[in-house]
């Protein structure tokens, strides 16, 4: 057996994947010897994961006369320094070494000078955190040299000499999956430290947990036997933040709030990052600087404690024995220097003056004596709370909110599980709703969704929208106000709603009475300690409001819509028998001047005089006697009619279609599934297709797709294309005529008796119309049968009049001569009688 060529990490195998293996044999020139002058490579791979592989240069030669270098290697000594070394490969002792970045051209690099004589050498004066490519070439004697052989690797990193701290990515990419990466950090001189500022620090976090899926633990000294610097939330030592999070918790803490100073003897500070094998986030860049321990330490524990509308109260504690301090503020963001300053003598401190809900930026200062001050701490971000809202005031908690940095989140408990104002499923309005995950604690609940401050008179309520996640697994909550302040628990000791079990999965309105109190007050919604578990708790839809003379219209309807006409029909709250209705376009706001307001004395009241095939909003309030309105009603929708089409008639089902609102989808065994007129897969031409999904319903089907009102003469056609999603699953349909009305009774006439159909492409139908005259409606039903199928499509519905010549289909060119051409077609097929 022939002797292995063996790696430096030792074994028989290589292999090297970014910077850790037994071998690069990129670094290598691999050569036959004598005899046979072969090679021979023998390839393993496991089951599981695979790499890029490799690609290598083959020549066949004259065995070199003086032998190339192998087992080169580089010694990373500092960061402006290495030492190279390597086994000659013969009996030269001299060769030479050039370098340069990667890539570069020999000839054109840097000489070690003299030609070293070992083989070794120690390279001086380079870049600190820079890549370099080295060549070395054995010399032999004059004129005889062996192969250049390359290898690479990189310079460390000076921190003293400004090089930025960063994770793995550097400064324009995050970090690695399942990291446990260790940086130490040391000043170059004795009796200097290390002072590390962090710019951005950004890593997972475990949102409801206080802990930390990737993190840094920080150890005052220069490996992890020093003292750990802990972070200031949490459970454990590891810092993680997420900057971006809106969640209650955002991590353990933020290191771009402190100045991490290392500490006598050594001055350094030692990082240990770990990371899971999941979601990883940007990391974090910092400056370092090392120097002379600060005569005026810096001060720690930088905090807002609390805020007014104008006022932010800010604590820390004492660098040293200093007793003034410099505090500047301005806009998030600003740059330190051009903010305002304020000199304070007291700890902690109220800067006053600011602006309501209104969020600023705040950096600190040590002064020891009046040429002797620490370094600047910050930033600190803190925000003002809001004025008082005057009634009526209302929240939606949607992505357009301007009010919604006015309420407050508390998490009384500290278990993570917190109030979202920012959750985008299940609004009862807009498109983001309040809630709360109670789910998998064990009804170890403690959680505040505050309002901010409401000025009340005295006649004021709040109403407010609520729901649960689940029947099966309701949840519990109570209302408190509080007349003090916005801090719970103290302040809210008033039940307004007790602790009750809500199990409604569909929002339900609660009116509350509120004219008991005047002044500025403020309203939790809470989910209480000790209740049941449940799942997630919803409100929308917060109105403060004067208390009506009566109360507004509830659960509006429609019915008998016509070309013209409408009858509306609503839920009297009180005794009125006289109300208003206000209608417009659609996304109009009633009282603005923009509707058309008519009078009702009848409920249902018949709405006459609109425009056919348009779509309308309404609102309707009660008159109370002689003492004015309720409030509007919540908004109704509906539209009238189309007048009748006359042929020919063509519908796409396409978002440009002008008709489509015309036709009718009817769903008569109220299963819940139905034709969907706006599907937009597979379409046979534009970008959407009539379809019905019938799949998991073993057949329980009754759905009808019913066309606008046509007007035939007795000499048109019903031409349509139609296939299903799988032969598999073939489904059934029926084609059905009426000429008396849309609803489903009134269809007693069978245009296509119901049939199986399994092709997958589209096929074109045509129906003989000639029998009817006058106006019609055609529908394309899926009838209740043992079928369970897949999904139907429908598409380019023509109503036409009967060709006099049937249009030519499929042509074809079959064959050609060079001066003839033979063409086939297929005449379109006669229609169904």
């Excluded at 000078?113 to 955190?129: H, K, R």
């Excluded at 404690?305 to 600003?334: A, M, Q």
């Excluded at 709703?433 to 006649?459: E, Q, R």
Aim: aromatic letters at 10%; glycine letters at 10%; hydrophobic letters at 35%.
């Amino acid at each position: 057996m022939s002797p292995t060529i063996n790696p430096p990490g030792g074994g028989t195998e290589w292999c090297w994947d970014a910077g850790s293996g037994t071998g690069d044999l990129v670094q290598e020139l691999l050569i036959g010897k004598l005899p046979s002058g072969c090679l021979t490579f023998v390839f393993e791979s496991d089951g599981g994961g695979q790499r890029a592989g490799f690609e290598a240069a083959v020549t066949c030669a004259a065995p070199p006369t003086c032998p190339v270098v192998f087992g080169q290697m580089i010694d990373l000594s500092s960061a402006t320094s290495l030492d190279l070394s390597w086994t000659a490969g013969g009996t030269e002792t001299e060769w030479r070494v050039e370098y340069g970045a990667p890539g570069f051209a020999i000839g054109s690099g840097t000489l070690v000078t003299p030609n070293p004589t070992m083989a070794s050498t120690s390279i001086t004066g380079l870049t600190s955190d820079t890549a370099y490519e080295f060549y070395i070439t054995a010399l032999c004697g004059p004129g005889d040299e062996s192969i250049p052989v390359s290898l690479t690797g990189s310079t460390t990193k000076d921190y003293c000499a400004g090089d930025a701290f960063t994770d793995a990515g550097g400064t324009t990419a995050g970090y690695n999956a399942s990291e446990n990466t260790t940086y130490t950090i040391c000043p170059d001189n004795a009796g200097d430290v290390v002072y590390v500022d962090f710019t951005a620090f950004d890593t997972e976090e475990r949102e409801f947990s206080n802990d930390c899926y990737d993190g840094l633990t920080i150890y005052a000294g220069p490996d992890d036997t020093f003292p750990v610097i802990s972070p200031p939330n949490g459970v454990g030592d590891v810092w993680c933040w997420d900057p971006a999070s809106t969640a209650a918790f955002q991590g353990t803490g933020d290191l771009t709030q402190v100045m991490l100073i290392g500490a006598l003897p050594s001055g350094c500070i030692t990082f240990v990052f770990t990371s899971d094998g999941s979601v990883q986030e940007s990391g974090w860049e910092a400056a370092v600087t090392c120097a002379a321990p600060p005569a005026c330490p810096v001060p720690s524990a930088f905090a807002v404690d609390s805020s007014t509308s104008d006022t932010i109260n800010l604590s820390w504690t004492v660098g040293s024995t200093e007793t003034e301090w410099d505090i500047e503020y301005g806009p998030v963001g600003f740059v330190p220097g051009t903010g305002t300053v304020v000199t304070v003598t007291t700890n902690p401190y109220a800067v006053s003056g600011l602006t309501e809900n209104t969020e600023y930026d705040f950096y600190i200062t040590g002064n020891c004596s009046a040429t002797n001050v620490s370094a600047q701490v910050g930033p600190l971000a803190g925000r003002t709370t809001c004025l008082a809202f005057t009634v009526p005031f209302s929240e939606g908690f949607n992505s357009s909110s301007s009010t919604q940095d006015c309420w407050t989140v508390v998490d009384a408990n500290g278990d993570g599980d917190a109030w979202d104002m920012d959750y985008a499923s299940n609004p009862s309005e807009g498109d983001e709703v309040a809630a709360i995950s109670t789910d998998f604690n064990g009804g170890a609940d403690d959680d505040y969704l505050i309002s901010p401050a409401i000025t009340l008179t005295g006649n004021e309520r709040v109403r407010y929208d609520y729901r649960v996640q689940s029947a099966g697994e309701p949840n519990d909550m109570e209302v408190l106000i509080s007349t003090a302040t916005n801090a719970p628990p103290a302040d809210f000791t008033t039940q307004l709603l007790p602790v009750t079990n809500f199990a409604n999965v569909t929002y339900m309105t609660e009116s509350i009475d509120l004219s008991a109190y005047t002044g500025d007050v403020y309203i939790a919604w809470r989910i209480p300690p000790g209740t049941t578990d449940g799942w997630r708790m919803y409100i929308d839809n917060v109105r403060f409001e004067t208390i009506p003379n009566c109360d507004e219209p509830l659960m509006l309807s429609t019915s008998n819509i016509t070309t013209t006409d409408v009858d509306i029909a609503w839920t009297e709250q009180g005794a009125s028998t006289a109300w208003e209705i206000e209608y417009g376009a659609v996304g109009f706001l009633p009282g603005t001047g923009v509707g058309t307001i008519v009078s009702a004395t009848t409920n249902p009241f018949t709405l006459t005089g609109l425009s056919p095939n348009q779509c309308f909003d309404y609102y309707v309030r009660s008159v109370c006697s002689t003492t004015g309105f309720s409030p509007w009603s919540s908004t109704g929708t509906f539209c009238t009619a189309c007048v009748a089409f006359n042929v020919p008639f063509q519908e796409g089902f396409n978002t440009a279609s002008t008709t489509e609102q015309c036709w009718t989808v009817l769903d008569a065994n109220g299963d819940g599934d139905q034709w969907d007129i706006d599907y937009s897969f597979n379409p046979f031409e534009g970008d959407q297709v009539a379809a019905i999904t019938t799949d998991f319903n073993g057949g329980a089907d009754d759905d009808y797709l019913i066309s606008p009102q046509l007007n035939l003469t007795g000499a048109q056609r019903l031409k349509y294309q139609y296939r299903v999603q799988s032969a598999g699953e073939p489904n059934n349909m029926e084609v059905l005529l009426s000429t008396t009305g849309s609803n489903a009774a009134d269809f007693t006439n069978t245009l296509l008796p119901t049939t199986l159909f399994s092709n997958v492409t589209y096929v074109e139908e045509i129906i003989d119309l000639s029998a009817y005259t006058g106006p019609v409606y055609i529908a394309f039903r899926i009838p209740p049968s043992t079928t369970d199928g897949w999904r139907m499509y429908i598409d380019d519905v023509i109503v036409e009049d009967q060709p006099t010549c049937p249009d030519p289909l499929m042509v074809a060119i079959d064959s050609f001569t060079n001066d003839s051409a033979t063409v086939s077609w297929t005449t379109e097929h006669l229609p169904r009688q």
